[in-house]
């Protein structure tokens, strides 16, 4: 169960973001009210919601999980594998040292992204994507023994970050796309496979028995609904534009 989440406005530099989507410019009036619903949502599955100021200076700044890792026992702080995020996680670090006495970091040649890390339990799945390398995932596998939690690395290719294609619900259910179905890794593990029409859906959250998703996938939210959760459909297109899902927009703790 999560307690916590920290979040950070979008600004507007916002469109001057990394993306490799194909969807136009973000209007950052509808991005606003977009993640003013995404922080309403964290408030109604019963998160005690932490909003950082728009910082300017960092574009991609709005998706804060790429910038650390939280567990129960310690922080992670990451080093983005993107040159211009990397100064993002100076003040995550500030933020973060209010919650947490125990705070580790990545360091380079390490580079990871929070969002190619997914939490099962004691164990992390980590992709080994464009912004995540092996010295990164070996860093915090290391780490993570430290505290009694293990790793294991995935390599991943099409997709940007492992969970823009897989999210873990709980109970042994995972929302997976066509790229992780037959991952090995993921055998055992009950799956929502996701069609390549609703890849996008593949990246939902679950927070205190709720799920929430991206509106406009029906069959997936439907499958999601079937095993008992209760969804929140959340609009997200302004972030879609940005390669950007809802894991993204939340360190939740």
Known sequence: MF????IRKPGK???NGLTS???GAPDLELALVQHQSYQNALADCGLDVTVLPKDEDFPDSTFVEDTALLT???AVITNPGAPSRKGEIVKI???ISEFYSEIMEIKDPGRLDAGDILTVGNHHYIGLSKRSNREGADQLIRILNQFG???????IDKILHLKTGVSYLQNNNLVVCSELEHKSEFNNFHKIVVSEKEAYAANCVWINEYVLVPAGYPTTTQ??????????ELEMSEFQKMDGGLSCLSLRF
């Open 3 to 6: 307690s916590n989440a920290i």
């Open 13 to 15: 530099s916002f469109e």
């Open 21 to 23: 989507a194909d969807l």
């Open 72 to 74: 129960p026992d310690c």
């Open 93 to 95: 670090r500030e933020i």
């Open 149 to 155: 939690m293990t790793g294991s690395v995935i390599e």
């Open 223 to 232: 499958k999601i609904s079937e095993l008992g959760y209760p969804v929140i």
